[in-house]
């Protein structure tokens, strides 16, 4: 199974055994500048030749909010939905392919960032943490899986490789979300 957090930018990928992490990264997009359909494709290509062709797809799709909790150009979104369909059909090119997506409040709620990514790391097995290729630039704070909360900035592009294995052990019924009930 592959699951993918979609950036234009750059994806995180998790790709899952049985029940268990085997690898994770994130894959830059060969396109530095643009969000139109080259940079799409290319993206998507990236991630397929990283990812090859699984028996399922579990994929993160946007999610546009009402007015008063939009965050940035909700136009920003289409070229994210472009890539889990680009990347769906070329996996399920020449096979059979099980695709599933979650919208982000299904599988994380509204929880902080810092506290989601502090709870997927801990869900993971110290093996399973060793297999996560972190890019170059990753802070050592999200490279220390029992660091108390990870530093979760723009500049670090871990999240959205702990975004990819969360959404997997989600899928996988490893990752449920808490509900918290105010008395």
């Not at 909360?149 to 975004?163: E, G, L, Q, R, Y």
Request: aromatic share 10%; net charge positive.
């Amino acid at each position: 199974m592959i699951a993918l957090d979609p950036g234009i930018r750059g994806c995180g990928v998790a790709e899952f055994g049985e029940h268990y992490l085997l690898r994770a990264a994130y894959i830059p997009n060969p396109i530095r500048k643009g969000n139109g359909l080259d940079a799409v494709v290319d993206m998507a290509a990236a991630v397929y030749r990283w990812a090859g062709m699984p028996q399922t797809f579990v994929a993160e799709w946007p999610q546009s909010y009402g007015p008063a909790q939009q965050k940035g150009d909700q136009a920003d979104l289409f070229p994210l939905a472009g890539i889990d369909g680009a990347l769906a059909a070329m996996m399920a090119w020449s096979r059979p392919l099980e695709v599933k997506r979650y919208l982000p409040h299904e599988w994380k709620g509204t929880i902080n960032p810092d506290v989601m990514i502090s709870r997927i790391r801990h869900r993971l097995t110290p093996g399973e943490f060793s297999v996560i290729q972190f890019p170059g630039n990753t802070c050592s704070d999200c490279r220390d899986r029992l660091a108390p909360i990870p530093c979760c900035k723009s500049t670090c592009p871990a999240h959205n490789v702990f975004d990819a294995v969360g959404l997997g052990l989600f899928h996988l019924g490893r990752f449920e979300k808490r509900r918290v009930i105010a008395r």
